[in-house]
């Protein structure tokens, strides 16, 4: 494929090149088995010992509190049905999410309530905020878990974890985030947010794809998830991805040491791209919080169009972007994110979310906005809904 426009990375993001020359050599050069005593095992040992410690760094975390998975999903269904069921048999059958979460968090709920257990599911603003208010509100004293994201794939909004993470800590609640979209891309402290646990994957900040994190606080005890030998200070078990878990290391630890730079340049691109397709495109808007977002997250609405048919011209243009969220690609209901924030039908269906990472360049930014300028008039002309309105 020659020359593509990536826009797509809260969907996933390519390998850093520094990053896959640190994973190569254990795949074939060091593969020992980190369980086993002899030198090759030690050798991989230490390189998981030594990538435990980049995470825990970037956390503000111990070592001994980070637990290596094969992806976000898996982390998010750990935390929320490792807790459900560890504290179910204290008579705590009842959780809190938010309405915008991930589906490794939504349908993991979805998945407790057919066993029994109750769920409920805070309303945002328009903005996509939870409230911490709500929260309050709905902590009750069989509540076993609060799990509310840090930052939102869809439309970039950035909650007030510090704050809903204190009320937990002060109700006695079990607080898990899924930080997937913000571990290397804004500042993460779990002992400054009250975080019990927290998950990340490395492909969402230029890391190999099968390898995530759970963070779980000293303390906090979800029902191991994966039964076996005694890997991750046995609570979950099978024998480890080194080359992804050294990844995973080095990715976060470089997207962290440059999380400044980063963030400035993912910035640009998107306040050129936001403020171009506001001002010269009639009809648009800016979907989540125009402040406290992600810094590389656009999501903009097109009145009177379909998402898929602006993805497809875009492909045509050689430009990868996606309709609200990759994991809803496979469907034609509007956006649970975007009915959640009071989005008409209308209005939602025309939605794209434009997403910059560090690989990124000014001139993508703008061939995406002479391509949006030219397309969506073209397809405007043709649409029986755009006739009616105008
Ligand atoms: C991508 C994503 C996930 C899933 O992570 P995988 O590693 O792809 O399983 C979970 N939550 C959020 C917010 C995400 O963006």
């Given at each position: 494929?020659?020359?593509?426009i ?12 520094e ?36 995470v825990?760094?970037a956390?503000n ?22 807790s ?7 008579g705590?059958?009842?959780?809190i999410?938010?309405?915008i ?22 309303p ?26 840090m ?9 007030p ?9 002060e109700k006695?609640?079990w607080?898990h ?5 913000a ?5 993460i ?17 230029n890391g190999?794809?099968g390898?995530g994190?759970?963070?779980i606080?000293k303390?906090v005890l979800p ?20 080359a ?15 999380l400044?730079e ?18 010269n ?7 989540g919080?125009p ?5 590389g ?6 009145l ?5 048919t602006i ?16 994991c809803?690609?496979?469907s ?9 924030i009071?989005l008409?039908h ?16 000014m ?11 030219k ?5 405007r002309a043709m649409?029986?809904i ?5």
């Open positions: 494929m020659n020359q593509v990536y826009l797509d990375n809260a969907a996933t993001t390519p390998v850093n090149e990053v896959l020359k640190e994973m190569l050599p254990w795949y074939a050069e060091f593969y020992g088995n980190p369980s086993s005593h002899y030198s090759i095992g030690y050798e991989t040992k230490e390189a998981i010992d030594k990538a435990r410690e980049q825990a760094k956390l975390c111990q070592p001994n509190e980070v637990y290596f998975t094969s992806c976000g999903t898996e982390s998010d269904n750990w935390a929320i049905k490792g459900a069921f560890q504290l179910a048999p204290k705590k059958k009842h959780l999410t938010s309405s979460e991930h589906h490794a968090v939504l349908h993991s709920m979805k998945a407790l309530e057919k066993q029994g257990f109750e769920v409920t599911y805070l945002v603003d328009s903005k996509g905020v939870v409230s911490p208010a709500d929260l309050q509100a709905a902590i009750r004293p069989d509540t076993a878990l609060v799990s509310i994201m930052a939102n794939n869809e439309i970039g909004t950035i909650e974890i510090a704050e809903l993470g204190a009320i937990c800590r006695g609640v607080f985030t899924d930080a997937v979209q571990a290397g891309t804004i500042p402290d779990v002992q400054a947010m009250n975080i019990d646990m927290l998950s990340l994957s490395a492909h969402k900040f190999p794809k390898c994190v759970l963070y606080r303390g029902l191991n998830h994966l039964d076996g030998g005694g890997q991750e200070h046995r609570r979950r078990a099978g024998t480890e991805n080194i992804g878990i050294v990844g995973l290391g080095k990715a976060l630890e470089m997207a962290v040491s440059h400044d980063k963030a400035a340049h993912q910035k640009q691109l998107r306040d050129y791209v936001v403020n171009r397709i506001l001002t495109i009639s009809d648009t808007r800016l979907n919080d402040e406290n977002r992600l810094p997250n656009a999501n903009i609405s097109f009177a169009l379909e998402g898929e993805l497809l011209d875009l492909d045509m243009h050689g430009i990868c972007c996606s309709t609200g969220s990759a809803n690609s496979d034609l209901d509007p956006s649970h994110v975007l009915l959640a009071g008409p209308e209005i939602a269906h025309g939605t794209m979310r434009f997403s910059f990472g560090p690989q990124n360049t001139k993508d930014a703008e061939t995406l906005c002479d391509v949006l300028e397309i969506i008039p073209q397809r649409s029986p755009w006739n009616t309105l105008k």
